[in-house]
């Protein structure tokens, strides 16, 4: 395995004794002076010759400052807390009278919790300046949430408007990313930049939707971890909130946050007996098919709760926690769209939803985005025999109608190199078409020189043209120095390294690529090379899934019937081993030292090479952009494979087509051409957020 192990990142929060001793003394001469809440907040309306509002918390000065715009909101005008009762506790415990340093949110969406973190900010704006650091995932998504979420918050509350001065004016020291307000700077960056997280120190953190963040901030470490460091000089009076709606157990970081905290729940009282419980999908009830009938069932008196009752619940509801915390500075909140306002998602609606919800996709996506919970991914491998028993009638070498363009995932060994080569069609499915181990490691000029003759060959279709290979993904794990060198000579055009590291990453498992400096015959390149980061264990479960799929049957296929989206084709050729290494590995739920648990794929057997060839083959196609791919491009290469060769006129068929490899030939399909793309950039939606 080349997979780069790391510790799983535990949350290197500040305590009272870790605090930056450089800042200790400092810290203190003003505690000595200013040794009370809300001090700050004098001290700055006493330099702007403000009268101070009374101490307010966040929840009080939201409902009297805040304005929602027509833009920004499906229910503008003046904001009130009322509407989302439960938001109340969750904001105040950001007030800075509140003793919590750590306020941890998972949520499902559609239960308003972005305004929570619009009215945290606005406070700290107006009422307790301070530097700020807002973190969203990405960089792009940081300058999208300012311009759709800050923006309007400043400009619809006159408190903040005359504190904040817009983006263009010239001397304003403000920019999209950056806000300066009297005695206080937002900053909003994202994690994937370790720059911006280390730009400031920070007496408040927002960390939102942190199970989006990259495992890594350009391969600096855990993006929370990173930002959490910069609250260290504010010790006991830093704040960080920390919210997501959560994704899959055993790597989620909401859910790792969430029960390292209290546990709070939202008690709500039974309208027929008052009885406080918490809301589970569990006892949502409605008849099969009825979704309208939906209601919810007390767990004391059985009693059916209308969604009319909803709004006086909300109102008399109130958090408990349910655990002892781990560490006392944290409280953490859930709370499901079970919970949603009369008017937003109403429970007949979530009925509906999980009918609609059949495939695996559509329930992780529910459970997620609707309950707030974690999803559990079953990694078990599939059975070798029941995929070996159903290889396909065609020849290994040989590609059939629905490839269209050609991959290859390399894997370097100490004593030689794998290599698979993958057809690629609609629905990112997948034939196998070869694969080849070139004996010789990274030592063997001989075996580079076979390497670099496999990006030279050609394979035949079915539809008897012959196709090169678009990309090749090449793990750098084992040997980094001999596989720049033999990548920088190839280029990158059809070569990419790549370098697998833990943890999944369904927003982007792919980034990069960055530029590494390359050593040859003893001088250094400067950004000699370019190098992917790969999370291998999102195309490894995404690969097991596509095993899985059921194929139709032969009466099903004799009638039109299509393989599903993502099938994985294997050639009549394919040996025993190679379908063994395949589903060589399993994914288990691992507790690490500190108690958390995560998600691992550990070996089943020894040898392993065809399922790592496999997803440096699938890096390499979303690198290529298969994942991202309009409909032109599509075509256009299916035009490629049927086009005719006017001049020759001796187009092999499928069944004669000569299985073997022929360097002669120049490839005639499968051929990426870059897409045209509309001026502007893109903005790529990661699921969350639809
Ligand atoms: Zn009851």
């Not at 090379?529 to 194929?551: D, I, N, P, Q």
Request: charged residues 25%; hydrophobic residues 40%.
């Amino acid at each position: 395995m080349s997979v780069h192990t790391s510790p799983s990142s535990p949350r290197s929060g500040p305590s009272f004794v870790d605090t930056d001793l450089r800042f200790a003394s400092a810290a203190l001469r003003f505690d000595d002076l200013f040794a009370f809440e809300g001090a700050e907040e004098l001290w700055q309306s006493w330099r702007d010759g403000l009268t101070p509002d009374p101490l307010l918390d966040v929840s009080e000065w939201a409902d009297r400052h805040r304005f929602l715009s027509p833009r920004a909101s499906a229910e503008p005008g003046r904001y009130r807390t009322d509407r989302t009762p439960y938001m109340r506790a969750i904001v105040d415990a950001l007030s800075p009278s509140h003793p919590a340093r750590r306020v941890v949110f998972m949520k499902a969406a559609q239960v308003g919790a972005t305004e929570a973190g619009n009215n945290w900010i606005g406070y700290v704006i107006h009422h307790a300046p301070g530097p700020m650091l807002s973190v969203q995932p990405t960089v792009e998504l940081a300058k999208r949430f300012s311009r759709q979420r800050i923006d309007p918050l400043i400009a619809e509350s006159p408190s903040l408007r005359e504190r904040v001065k817009p983006a263009r004016s010239r001397d304003a020291g403000n920019t999209v990313l950056s806000k300066e307000f009297p005695a206080g700077l937002l900053v909003i960056t994202g994690a994937n930049s370790a720059v911006g997280l280390r730009s400031m120190p920070a007496r408040y953190l927002f960390l939102d939707e942190v199970d989006a963040y990259p495992p890594s901030a350009d391969e600096e470490g855990d993006p929370v971890a990173l930002a959490e460091a910069r609250t260290r000089t504010f010790s006991w009076r830093s704040k960080v909130f920390m919210t997501s709606t959560p994704t899959i157990h055993g790597i989620s970081r909401i859910e790792r946050e969430y029960e390292a905290s209290d546990q709070r729940r939202f008690f709500v009282p039974c309208p027929h007996c008052g009885h406080r419980q918490w809301l589970r999908f569990e006892r949502l009830k409605w008849d099969k098919g009825k979704p309208e009938t939906a209601h919810y069932l007390c767990e004391a008196c059985d009693g059916a709760l209308q969604e009319h009752h909803k709004t006086a619940m909300l109102i008399a509801g109130e958090w408990r926690p349910t655990a002892e915390p781990s560490d006392p500075a944290t409280i953490g909140f859930h709370l499901s769209a079970l919970y949603s306002p009369v008017g937003w998602l109403s429970w007949e609606a979530i009925g509906r939803m999980w009918e609609a919800a059949t495939t695996d996709e559509a329930r992780r996506s529910f459970k997620n985005g609707v309950l707030g919970e974690t999803w559990i991914e079953t990694g078990e491998a599939p059975d070798w025999q029941r995929l070996y028993e159903r290889r396909e009638d065609f020849a290994v070498g040989t590609v059939p109608a629905g490839g269209l363009f050609l991959t290859a995932g390399a894997d370097v060994q100490k004593d030689r190199i794998e290599v698979s080569v993958w057809a690629w069609g609609r629905g990112l499915t997948s034939w196998l078409v070869d694969h080849i181990v070139i004996d010789g490691g990274p030592e063997h000029a001989s075996a580079w020189a076979e390497l670099s003759a496999l990006l030279d060959r050609t394979w035949p279709h079915a539809h008897g043209q012959r196709l090169g290979l678009a990309k090749l993904g090449i793990d750098t794990g084992y040997e980094a120095p001999a596989v720049y060198a033999w990548a920088r000579q190839a280029g990158f055009a059809q070569v990419a390294p790549v370098k697998g590291v833990e943890g999944f990453n369904r927003a982007a498992p792919v980034v990069g690529p960055s530029y590494v400096d390359v050593t040859t015959s003893g001088r250094k390149l400067r950004r000699g090379a370019r190098l992917w980061t790969v999370a291998v264990a999102t195309f490894k479960s995404e690969t097991y899934r596509f095993l899985r799929l059921g194929r139709p049957t032969e009466d099903e296929l004799a009638e039109g019937a299509q393989y599903p989206a993502g099938y994985v084709h294997l050639p009549k050729g394919a040996e025993v081993e190679w379908v063994k290494q395949l589903v060589a590995e399993q994914l288990v739920t691992v507790k690490t030292r500190r108690g958390f648990q995560r998600l691992e794929w550990q070996k089943l057997r020894e040898r392993n090479e065809v399922l790592d060839c496999r997803v440096y083959a699938r890096a390499a196609a979303w690198i290529a952009g298969i994942d991202r791919w309009s409909e032109a491009t599509w075509r256009d290469l299916e035009a490629q494979v049927t086009a005719k060769d006017g001049e020759s006129g001796t187009r092999p068929e499928a069944d004669n087509a000569s299985a073997e490899p022929d360097s002669s030939e120049t490839p005639s399909a499968g051929l990426l051409r870059r897409e045209r793309r509309p001026r502007g950039r893109r903005v790529f939606t990661p699921s969350y957020l639809s």
